[in-house]
C-alpha cells in the first residue's frame, strides 16, 4: 500500500502512519518486556523495526505518539526509508523524489553509430552527483 495516495488527504496519511507507529510501538513493547524470550531483542527484523520506528515517530509533551515529517526527520543518509532495504535511502532530485539508488548510464555517441550502454554504475541515492 502507498500510504501516500490515502483517500482523505495529508490527515489521512498522518492518522494512517501513525497507526503504523503505534503498532510497532506495541511490538517493540512486548520484545522488551520481562517475560519475552532475550532473543527477540537481537533479531535483525526487531533491531531493523526499532531503528525505522526512532527516525519516523516520537512522543510529544502529551504523550501522544506523533510522526516525524519533513525537517524533523534525520537526514536521508542517516535513515533508511524501507525495512526490505536498509541501503535504499530517500533522495530529491529536481522534481523527482524517490527512496532507492541512484543509476548512471555511459553510452556511445558516435553520430555513425546506434547509441550502445557501455557502463552502468549504481551507487546509494544519497551519494552527489555531477547533474
Known amino acids: 500500500m502507498e ?13 494512517r502512519a501513525e497507526e503504523f507507529g503505534r503498532d510497532g510501538q506495541k511490538t517493540l513493547t512486548a520484545a522488551w ?9 537481537v533479531l535483525p527484523q526487531v ?20 510522526r516525524r515529517d519533513g525537517h524533523a526527520l ?6 533508511f526509508d524501507s525495512p526490505y532495504d536498509t541501503d535504499a535511502h530517500c533522495c530529491v532530485k529536481r522534481d523527482t523524489a524517490w527512496s532507492g539508488y541512484r543509476t548512471h548510464f555511459t553510452e556511445t555517441c558516435d553520430e555513425e553509430r546506434p ?5 552502468v554504475a549504481t551507487t546509494i ?5 555531477s547533474s
Open 74 to 79: 534525520p537526514p536521508a543518509s542517516l535513515r
Open 3 to 15: 500510504i501516500g495516495k490515502l483517500p482523505g488527504g495529508k490527515a489521512a496519511v498522518t492518522a
Open 33 to 41: 518486556t520481562a517475560c519475552a524470550p532475550p532473543r527477540l531483542r
Open 125 to 129: 541515492s544519497t551519494a552527489r552527483t
Open 115 to 119: 547509441e550502445v550502454v557501455v557502463h
Open 47 to 66: 533491531e531493523i523495526l526499532r531503528q525505522v520506528w526512532v527516525h519516523h515517530y516520537f512522543w510529544d509533551v502529551d504523550g501522544s505518539l506523533r
